[in-house]
């Protein structure tokens, strides 16, 4: 099983499984897709303030792409939080603060670290780790709860990139800071990120079933294309023959679905079969990495080619008085000039 993960400040990446990738910015689960074709995707740090953060959409197009997508510790429980009831799944306890409201600020897990040199090194202090630490002093009687409250509040008012120990043990008086220097302080973040590299790693009969996502809307759909290949394709000489041949395709597909066709399995599988066929590919993995589609976006393109069939083997009775095939053989010849009479 394939998996990758967005992994930066919150654990070393030595303690990571399958590919680790760096923090997530914007549109890198989608170039993740695309490039390692991941069964899971543990999505732990991510950008916030330097570069656009990892956006929405590409989550929900990993998850309908039948990619499962556990998050966690940073960046990962805020989206988990967010799009839980579409099929993220999130792990651990800065994700349960999130999805119960307890905390609500991106700012909670925001930290300055190193580069990537430095493998993302974390030079301040989080202030859910403040939280969960002043939580298990209290718990163990290192800290009394008015001295507790007392570090979380110093911590608030402490901007993310200045928040470290020493600055927040300020807050404490001498005999609470003697304490406290007994005390062996838990990284929640760090103990987050474990628990979703392990969830994210465990066999797939154990994952939970994320549902199918609604088909993007057409702002996805063409931020998603692989920028340069359409570059590529537009320096082609019949780069205009191809957007006009496969611009009425979807079209008459999207026209097919709002009528309330849908295409059968049969018809989906023809539909592949010839696309197969006409490229002389004998199988359905071949076609995939012609096409640098995934399965699942293969599977919702031969259903846009059964639609549009559906669509013209039906155009008498698609409008009042439509149009028959023998009309659509004359226009057509009659354009080409190919009509003799």
């Known amino acids: 099983m394939k998996l990758v993960a967005f992994l930066g400040p919150s654990l070393p990446a030595a303690e990571a499984r ?8 914007k549109g890198d ?21 330097s570069e656009p953060s990892v956006w929405h959409h590409e ?40 999805r ?19 493998g993302f090194r974390p030079l301040t202090v989080p202030l859910v780790n403040v939280r969960w630490a002043a939580e298990c002093a209290r718990r163990d009687h290192v800290l009394r709860p008015a001295e507790g409250r007392a570090l979380v ?24 800071r003697a304490r406290w220097e007994r005390f062996e302080v838990p990284d929640l973040k760090a103990e987050d990120a474990r628990e ?23 702002l996805v759909r063409r931020a998603r294309l692989d920028s340069a290949e359409i570059e590529r394709l537009r320096r082609r000489s019949d780069s205009r023959e191809l957007a006009d041949a496969g611009l009425p395709r979807a079209l008459i597909a999207g026209w097919a679905r709002e009528c309330g066709l849908r295409p059968s ?38 259903e846009e080619l059964a639609l549009e069939k559906l669509a013209l083997d039906h155009a008498p009775r698609m409008i009042a008085d ?15 000039g190919l009509w003799d009479r």
């Open 59 to 98: 989550i929900l197009d990993a998850l309908d792409a039948g990619v499962r997508v556990f998050g966690g510790a940073s960046m990962g429980a805020l989206r988990a939080a967010e799009l839980r009831a579409r099929g993220m799944i999130g792990v651990g306890r800065i994700f349960e603060w999130y």
């Open 18 to 25: 399958g590919t680790v990738l760096p923090p997530a910015r």
């Open 265 to 302: 399995p049969r018809e989906v599988r023809a539909a592949e079969l010839s696309w197969r066929k006409r490229l002389r590919l004998r199988t359905r993995a071949a076609l995939c990495v012609r096409t640098g589609l995934t399965e699942a976006e293969l599977l919702r393109a031969c």
């Open 196 to 218: 979703t590299l392990r969830a994210a790693a465990q066999p797939r009969s154990r994952w939970p079933v994320a549902p199918r996502q609604p088909a993007p809307s057409s």
């Open 153 to 176: 509040s110093a911590a608030e008012r402490i901007f993310y990139q200045e928040r470290t120990w020493p600055r927040v043990l300020e807050a404490l008086a001498a005999p609470a």
């Open 322 to 336: 439509g149009p028959a095939a023998d009309e659509g053989l004359a226009a057509e010849a009659r354009l080409r």
């Open 100 to 118: 119960d409201g307890r905390i609500t600020d991106d700012s909670e897990v925001a930290l300055l670290h190193a580069g990537a040199e430095h």
């Open 29 to 49: 689960v989608w170039r993740a897709l695309v490039r390692y074709r991941p069964a899971a995707i543990a999505l732990i740090d991510g950008v916030f303030e």
